[in-house]
């Protein structure tokens, strides 16, 4: 006997074999067809299965060798039939039980051919003896045998199915589709097997079988209960109880038809607990009855469930009726209340009930199975399909792609989510055609995912790759799932009914007019602007509209709101990202919204560059850099310019990308004033640094020199005690001291270039918001030189300092410049600001004489000095000025006093019995609210203001801003008048005394 080497058909064990001594006999039985068929049983999913079923075939045959003859010599057949065998159990025995059935698959013309779904009810109910042509077609045989042919005939079909599927690489949408016309045809044959069993009291009716899940889909899967709902009517002249009793036996028979054991196996179960109230309702009802049910108690499940009915076997005139009766309903179901709440929890409540031995294993429930598409395509259908009718295709695929091409999901995540759906669902195929058992589970045992990979095409490594492709989709799936299925936009749009977005123009300008848009038509023309034409931005926007109108309308501004979105949505509207970010992170269309028509301060930031709008779609982005953060991105930037003109214009840039960050935190997620003030000292601070570095690297190179001395830049004022607003000048002092041995003239030239270039090149009027750089608390004001030297500055404050210079200092911060040269600064000016023996008599005296000078002469003309932040009683001033007083009385013996910060003075005072803290608090409270207001009034504004608006609308955006609610404003300003009302009277006592 020739050793297994010498045998003709080689390694079996490479071609895919795991047991190669039981196959040897087996391809020996074979004969001479063992060799042809060699490669392709090393093609099949499980090459040993195969083997062996093909040899049980070829036993159970009539002509043993001529099967096996015309298998070897076609290749198509054997292809067709080795790719069932290898892959299906099931219908390898069904194949060996009728080996005549092997014909089937001979048919050249099955790879290219599908049967139509006439084709397949015909055969059926020939199968049962029952005519196709018949009004009401009923079997002829008996009851035995029509069970029995129908499900001969049922797996015939399956066969012809299976083998295009595996052998010619059907797509998973023809599978399923041709699946679910099976299954309505086997209804139909069921209904003739029923109608026969009830005998004559089934023409007493009309009974419609309606196809609910994935056969109402058409996606019905190999293994399945198939959903129905019965509706039933009596024929003219017959009574309805009568009738509805022989409609719930026929169901009943119909049921059992399909589902019971014989010894031809079973088919599949008929599920009816979908019908209204499941299993406690009635089997059957009228069209009457389902309409009272669905108008009156349904549940928002139902109505997703019905999403998906069809006809498929009975009346399909009632049936299709009942359809008719249903559709308005599910397409209304949307604007119940709560209803994509409910949604979202119903999917959450089935993730939770999974098994735990199942969870990860499971591709139907699962997270990242195919629930979590179907749920999230349904969701998109129910809420946008209400106007859309493109998108109220049944099947999830077909849905998919229309919400994709219309552009409800994006290009990149339909196609993701597509390529995942139908991997998840043929590979869902596989593990039921094994055994043709309902099963969603993928299996553990190392043979069994051998056979699934292999049946995928995987065969180098087929239980890694499966693997490795099936968790790379369900990590898509589960992130495309948490995207679109939770998309904050969903809500929105579900709870605006259908009436309100089908507007007239005329409908449409008195909707407008009631919203609060004081310009309807103005609006008007901007949403047509908006949403004309085919483009997919204009699809887009259609689905965005709606909702941001409410949103705009929530705000104080509806008409600037609108307009400043048309005007972004137009500089960015060829840009891909941009309706994208809108219409699936929710969050950042409604900050959108509310900014736009609350802030002209923000609105103008996001107009000067529209990219900045991606900024809003994280709460995380939203968090200020800080100032080491921005200082790096600002310092490369403009080191990647040689011109200090384009350098600056980096740094500016920058600065405008962070004011606006502060501005959108500030008005959308909890931001304190403090924080503001800290945040844009930070970007201030970062910005002098930046453009410092790039202005003397350009007087460097101009004067062909190393810059003679070093500089730096003090912070005064708010500036210097973290204080800033959004309209705050940057006061500061410039200070130098050149290097040993350099030209003091020289040194002193080249630093006043640098200081002129530095606010020159801020203050350039341009495409950047300016930064005001104010140097006039400098010695001497406007008529000093705008840059000393450090000695320059000791002299003077020696000999002639005076103490409103004194209290200037009180907030000097050296911030940007030398390191060194800014820590000598301090340390000469802190006995000038903090004296060691505090204040003398007629220095307290001419503090508040200045104080009163100030009062005096500069509230401007017409101001209210009640509601002016800065200088009105109560105001900014009045606080700070009995803040600092308090500082240059006692700082010199209380270290702890010497800050730059109002409300950290105010604290220290409290801890050091200098104020009662109850007098702080109303000191720390008026500060507070005139400063959150001064920063409110400026973002609505769009300018720097030191008045609460007098316009009833900016009034009520400031209150807005701070927190009121609608229709508050008024109360916002007596919270106002009463916070500095008080604190003017704690000023009347600690200051004046």
């Known amino acids: 006997m020739p050793s297994r080497a010498e045998r003709p058909w080689g390694s079996l064990a490479r071609l895919g074999f795991l047991d190669p001594e039981r196959a040897h006999p087996l391809l020996e039985s074979l004969g001479a067809a063992a060799q042809p068929l060699l490669p392709l049983l090393g093609r099949s999913a499980d090459p040993d299965q195969a083997l062996a079923a093909l040899v049980d075939l070829a036993d159970a045959a009539e002509d043993r060798e001529q099967l096996l003859t015309e298998v070897a010599d076609d290749e198509g057949t054997s292809m067709r039939l080795l790719s069932v065998l290898g892959a299906s159990q099931a219908l390898g025995e069904h194949l060996r039980r009728h080996p005549e059935h092997w014909h089937e698959l001979c048919d050249p013309l099955l790879g290219s051919t599908r049967p139509t779904s006439q084709l397949m009810r015909e055969g059926l109910l020939r199968a049962v003896g029952a005519e196709p042509d018949d009004e009401r077609p009923r079997s002829t045989l008996s009851h035995a045998e029509a069970l029995d042919a129908m499900r001969v005939e049922y797996r015939r079909v399956l066969l012809r199915l299976a083998a295009r599927d595996l052998a010619h690489h059907l797509g998973v949408d023809d599978v399923a589709a041709e699946l679910s016309d099976l299954a309505a045809a086997t209804l139909e044959a069921g209904l003739a097997v029923a109608r026969t069993k009830v005998g004559p009291s089934a023409d007493l009716t009309r009974l419609a079988v309606v196809a609910m899940g994935k056969c109402g889909g058409h996606e019905l899967n190999y293994v399945s209960d198939v959903d129905v709902i019965f509706v039933a009517e009596p024929f003219p002249g017959a009574e309805e109880q009568p009738s509805l009793r022989a409609a719930t036996q026929l169901a009943s028979a119909l049921m059992q038809a399909c589902h019971e054991h014989t010894r031809e196996g079973t088919i599949w179960p008929v599920d009816a607990n979908l019908r209204p109230e499941g299993k406690s309702g009635p089997l059957v009802r009228s069209l009457a009855s389902h309409a009272g049910y669905y108008g009156r108690w349904a549940k928002t499940w139902e109505f997703q469930a019905l999403l998906k009915a069809r006809p498929v076997a009975g009346d399909l005139e009632l049936g299709a009726a009942y359809v008719d009766m249903v559709s308005p309903l599910v397409w209304a179901a949307a604007e119940r209340d709560g209803f994509v709440e409910e949604v979202q929890a119903m999917r959450r409540r089935v993730i939770a009930h999974i098994p735990a031995d199942q969870s990860e294993r499971q591709l139907k429930l699962g997270s990242g199975g195919l629930r979590d598409v179907e749920f999230a395509v349904q969701l998109l259908q129910l809420v946008h399909g209400r106007l859309d009718e493109a998108l109220r295709p049944p099947t999830t695929l077909s849905a998919l792609a229309r919400l994709t091409e219309r552009g409800y999901i994006g290009r990149e995540d339909g196609a993701e989510l597509h390529e995942a759906y139908a991997f998840l669902r043929t590979l869902e195929h596989r593990i039921q055609l094994h055994q043709l058992r309902r ?3 993928v299996p553990e ?33 589960r992130r495309l799932h948490e995207k679109i299925f939770y998309r904050p936009l969903l809500a929105a749009v579900a709870r605006i009914s259908s009436d309100e977005a089908r507007l007239s123009p005329e409908a449409a300008t008195a909707r407008l007019k009631a919203l609060g848009y004081l310009d309807p038509k103005a609006a008007l023309r901007h949403l047509e602007a908006l949403t004309s034409g085919v483009r997919r931005s204009a699809q887009i926007q259609r689905q965005l509209l709606p909702v941001m109108l409410q949103w705009f309308a929530d705000a104080p501004d509806p008409d600037a709101g609108l307009f400043g979105f048309r005007r972004i949505s137009e500089a960015l509207g060829s840009t891909p990202w941009y309706l994208r970010l809108l219409r699936d992170e929710g969050q950042a269309a409604q900050r959108m919204a509310q900014i736009l028509a609350t802030s002209r301060y923000a609105t103008d930031l996001l107009q000067r560059e529209p990219q900045a709008v991606a900024l809003l779609g994280e709460t995380e982005g939203l968090k200020p850099l800080g100032r080491e953060a921005v200082e790096r991105e600002m310092l490369a930037a403009a080191r990647r310019r040689e011109d200090p003109r384009e350098a600056v214009q980096a740094v500016r840039a920058i600065r405008r990308r962070e004011l606006l960050r502060i501005s959108v935190a500030d008005l959308c997620v909890p931001f304190g004033v403090a924080e503001v003030g800290y945040a844009l ?23 062909g020199v190393a810059m003679p001395t070093r500089i730096a830049i003090v912070a005064m004022g708010r500036y210097g005690g973290y204080e800033l607003g959004y309209g705050s000048d940057a006061d500061v002092m410039f200070v130098h001291d050149p290097l040993p041995g350099a030209d003091p003239q020289l040194a002193a030239s080249m630093a006043q270039a640098v200081v002129n270039d530095l606010r020159r090149l801020l203050q350039e009027q341009g495409k950047e918001p300016v930064l005001e750089v104010d140097a006039d608390l400098r010695p001497e004001g406007r008529q000093g030189p705008l840059v000393r030297t450090l000695e320059s500055y000791a002299a003077y404050y020696a000999k002639w300092s005076a103490v409103w210079e004194a209290q200037a200092l009180l907030r000097a911060e050296p911030v940007a410049g030398d390191a060194d040269l800014k ?43 009640a509601t002016h932040f800065k200088l009105g009683r109560g105001g900014l001033s009045d606080v700070e000025w009995t803040v600092q007083l308090l500082q ?48 409110a009034t400026v973002q609505v504004r769009g300018k720097p203001s030191d008045m609460l608006p007098r316009d009833a609308r900016e009034r009520a955006a400031v209150a807005a801003i701070l927190m009121y609610d609608v229709g508050e404003s008024d109360e916002m300003v007596n919270d106002y008048l009463r916070t500095a009302r008080h604190a003017r009277g704690i000023v009347d006592r600690i200051f004046w005394e």
């Open 439 to 441: 099963t969603h589970v």
């Open 823 to 865: 820590q000598r600064f301090a340390d000469l000016v802190d006995p000038i600001r903090f004296p060691e023996a505090g204040l003398g008599p007629d220095d307290v005296v001419e503090v508040r004489r200045i104080k009163a000078r100030v009062d005096a002469e500069r509230l401007p003309r017409g101001a209210d000095p």
């Open 681 to 703: 000292s930070d970007v201030t601070d970062a910005t002098l640094e930046a453009t410092l570095a790039a202005v003397t690297r350009g007087v460097e190179a101009a004067r």
């Open 888 to 935: 240059m009385r006692h700082a010199g013996r209380v270290p702890e006093l010497r800050t730059t910060k109002t409300l950290e003075a105010l604290r220290v005072a409290v801890e050091h019995d200098l104020l009662d803290a109850d007098d702080a608090e109303g000191l720390a409270q008026a500060w507070t609210f005139a400063s959150r207001a001064r920063n």
């Open 445 to 477: 045992d190392e043979r069994a995912l051998r056979r699934l990979g292999r049946s995928l095409g995987f065969t180098k490594d087929p239980v890694t790759e499966l693997d490795k492709l099936w968790h790379f989709h369900r990590r898509e799936v």
